[in-house]
């Protein structure tokens, strides 16, 4: 017997004008199934009423409720059963449509515009981040040389300012001698602070004056301290009043301006030796072959200085003080005697030494101008004092070597006629003994211990007085 299943399930497969069996969960029509398994006719009326157009064949399956005929001729046979269309998939997205050449260069252009539009905005943001990180650095390394402000160095600097130096040439200076780092802004500063004194103090002001020399200066110091220092007017207020007796040598002078904390020996020292004074009298000075260059031109007198002062400021002191005092008439009476300036100085710095006091130059002066008149028979001037300035001056600071070399310039048991330059400061009453001496006959001259001295006209009246003094005890 064939069963309702076998039958649907031919009937599916066998005719392929029928739609796909129905999907799960879709929605069928009911229908009304009638099976006649013995073969019974229907009868007419029966089958009328129960579906008009039902099919007359025995033992077909027929439904109640037939799909409605289609008026397309290819119409299905009714009675078959219908399964709803499938749903219409969704319509896919177009392909999209090829680009042309010149919507893609457009839009790679775009894109190149907005990475260099980008790279503008970083490098200018780079830029201005390294701008203010190199502003911020000149601003803190200009308030450290204008001012001094941070700066933890502290080593000790020699450098030289020449005369006549401006301000541009100091800072010229400071800079190679590694003491300010922004000489620019150093420059740009002066030269404001210079115009607003200018603009304030009309035509009395004056630019800055530097005096030249040697300085031994400190790191740790800002500009506008450095250019105190050098200027010819001190700023400290702390002072010292020294006294410098006549004979003073230039190493007991230097040693006392650095005992009492005016400035420092090697600074003064450094000076004498490198520094070019302008000051007229010093021009035409001889110095080849001194030990001192201006020994002899410290004029022993009473200063009043700044502890801490500037070393040139302070020797200048001294040369200001000797050209006052070397007067017209001192030039004048020089050159009755066939005598320069330094010739009259060398033979007054010998007469302060052996002197025992002012009473004696005078005498001490006739002896030795007679003894420089006389050269064929008197050739060296034999004092014990130029012998003693290479021994206690010069001798322990070289090797002896070289102490000989200044012993045959200096000490005139030695050389002929006056020494080399002057061996002590002479004071007024010194100088004037060598400018005027006394008119007298002697050529030789000695202390006893208590320096009463004694004239002599020839070798051997001297040689008995000595022996006279060494009898009495009162032999030096």
């Not at 922004?182 to 607003?196: D, I, P, S």
């Not at 740790?220 to 007796?245: D, I, N, R, Y």
């Amino acid at each position: 017997m064939t069963t309702m299943d076998d039958r649907n399930q031919n009937a599916w497969g066998k005719d392929p004008r029928r739609g796909q069996p129905p999907q799960e969960g879709a929605q069928a029509q009911p229908f009304k199934l009638d099976l006649d398994f013995d073969t019974l006719e229907l009868s007419t009326d029966i089958e009328s009423l129960l579906e008009p157009d039902a099919p007359s064949a025995k033992g077909a399956i027929y439904f109640a409720n037939p799909p409605k005929q289609r008026s397309h001729p290819s119409s299905r046979p009714v009675g078959v059963p219908v399964t709803p269309p499938p749903k219409a998939a969704a319509p896919e997205p177009a392909a999209p449509k090829a680009k042309t050449g010149a919507a893609q260069s457009k839009k790679k252009k775009k894109r190149q515009r907005s990475a260099h539009a980008g790279a503008i905005v970083l490098a200018v943001l780079i830029c201005s981040l390294a701008a203010t990180a190199l502003f911020s650095w000149l601003g803190i390394s200009a308030l450290q040389d204008v001012f001094a402000m941070g700066k933890t160095s502290n080593r000790e600097v020699e450098l030289t300012i020449p005369n006549k130096a401006t301000t541009a040439d100091v800072i010229d200076i400071l800079s190679n001698n590694k003491l300010i780092n922004q000489k620019a802004v150093c420059k740009l500063y002066t030269n404001f602070t210079e115009w607003m004194k200018s603009k304030n103090s009309g035509a009395s002001y004056k630019k800055p004056e530097y005096i030249g020399g040697m300085y031994l200066v400190n790191s740790g110091m800002g500009l506008e301290e450095l250019l105190g220092f050098f200027k010819a007017q001190p700023t400290q207020s702390e002072t010292v009043s020294l006294l410098f007796p006549e004979g003073y040598t230039m190493q007991q002078i230097t040693e006392k301006i650095s005992r009492y904390r005016v400035t420092s020996m090697q600074v003064l020292e450094g000076t004498l030796v490198t520094t070019d004074f302008d000051f007229p009298f010093l021009k035409n000075l001889p110095t080849s072959g001194r030990y001192f260059r201006y020994e002899g031109y410290l004029f022993p007198d009473t200063y009043e200085f700044y502890i801490n002062e500037n070393p040139n400021s302070a020797l200048r002191r001294f040369f200001e003080n000797f050209g006052k005092k070397w007067t017209d008439k001192y030039g004048a009476r020089a050159k009755e005697l066939g005598m320069t300036m330094d010739q009259v100085i060398t033979l007054a710095s010998i007469v302060q030494k052996e002197a025992a006091n002012s009473t004696q130059m005078k005498d001490i002066s006739g002896v030795l101008h007679n003894r420089l008149n006389r050269p064929d028979g008197y050739p060296m001037l034999e004092c014990d004092s130029t012998r003693d300035y290479v021994t206690v001056n010069i001798a322990p600071h070289m090797d002896p070597e070289t102490a000989l070399l200044y012993q045959n310039v200096y000490n005139t048991y030695i050389c002929k006629g006056l020494p080399i330059g002057p061996i002590c400061s002479p004071g007024t009453a010194a100088i004037e003994a060598a400018l005027w001496p006394a008119d007298h006959s002697y050529f030789y001259f000695q202390h006893d211990k208590n320096g009463k001295i004694y004239l002599s006209k020839t070798k051997a009246e001297h040689d008995g007085i000595t022996t006279d003094l060494v009898v009495s005890g009162l032999a030096q």
